[in-house]
């Protein structure tokens, strides 16, 4: 996958007609789906970051976010911002040839759809995924959601061409307010994902083969359940050290991520990108530097 060249025209376009003609951009889910689109299914998949000669320098991104109680907000803001994302990766040039996943994490133990997984795409079909995610708000309560089974999927169920041509890893960023569980169980792998891992995998093994290949962060956001907790940012550092980042504005979530790739691959400081943010008219550099201000940059 990650074939074509995102277009902010055919995005206003899509999002006209849609206001025009009172449809969601999550159709799919607001319809009232409950079981996982069929391109977003993860059973039996195997996703693909590739270069291309449209694409030599393929950059593999992906975003996954819990969409269980007050999180199903994500993907809404994501959706809506979505231009400035690819505006400052690709014409500010902080990723060459981005290619970019989208998504989402609820709970094996409990939901119909405990996991959702898109393609990485280089043009708007990215939008179109982000519009097949189910919005299923439901979750275990607990303050624990699947996001060591998401982590399985992208350690031993993707495969990308930035680390294994070039030898740079991908990014991940994962937009949650709770803890994982403390190891992927093998009956649920078998039940989502398909394959026979033949054992449990403890949580801290399957985060150091994923950050193998991806720089792997955690973002806390503003106006989830659980925002501000420590013991939920306390549980992600210990697993992820620095890149466990709060967020304290949710609206602010697209520019984060676009500026962590800028700096991960030195193309820009911190400084050019509040200056890049500020272009934009975001009103997402205060936020944003609230939030990767005193991280280390190697």
């Not at 999002?15 to 069929?38: I, K, L």
């Not at 809404?76 to 970019?100: E, T």
């Not at 949650?176 to 801290?204: S, T």
Request: aromatic share 8%.
């Amino acid at each position: 996958m990650g074939s074509g060249i995102w277009s902010t025209d055919v995005y206003e376009a899509a999002d006209r007609y849609r206001r025009a003609t009172g449809r969601s951009a999550f159709a799919y889910s607001d319809g009232g789906a409950r079981t996982v689109h069929p391109r977003l299914d993860p059973r039996d998949a195997f996703r693909e970051s590739r270069d291309s000669d449209e694409h030599p320098d393929s950059l593999a991104i992906s975003v996954l976010f819990d969409v269980t109680g007050s999180m199903r907000r994500v993907p809404r803001v994501l959706q809506s911002r979505l231009p400035n994302l690819l505006g400052l990766l690709q014409r500010k040039r902080y990723a060459r040839d981005p290619q970019i996943m989208f998504g989402a994490i609820g709970d094996a133990t409990c939901d119909r759809v405990p996991l959702q997984i898109g393609q990485f795409e280089s043009d708007n079909r990215m939008d179109d995924d982000l519009g097949r995610i189910v919005l299923e708000g439901g979750g275990g309560g607990q303050q624990t959601e699947s996001y060591e089974l998401a982590l399985y999927f992208m350690a031993r169920h993707t495969s990308i061409d930035c680390f294994e041509r070039r030898g740079r890893r991908g990014y991940l960023f994962i937009i949650g307010d709770e803890m994982a569980y403390d190891r992927v169980k093998a009956r649920e792998v078998r039940r989502v994902i398909g394959g026979n891992p033949g054992e449990d995998v403890a949580l801290e093994r399957i985060v150091a083969e994923v950050r193998e290949k991806y720089d792997t962060y955690y973002l806390l956001p503003a106006g989830s359940s659980y925002a501000g907790s420590r013991t939920i940012l306390d549980f992600w550092r210990d697993l992820l050290g620095q890149n466990a980042v709060e967020l304290d504005d949710l609206d602010a979530v697209c520019e984060t991520i676009a500026l962590t790739v800028g700096l991960g691959e030195g193309t820009v400081d911190l400084d050019g990108g509040l200056d890049d943010l500020a272009d934009l008219g975001t009103g997402a550099s205060p936020a944003v530097s609230r939030a990767l201000s005193g991280m280390r940059w190697v």
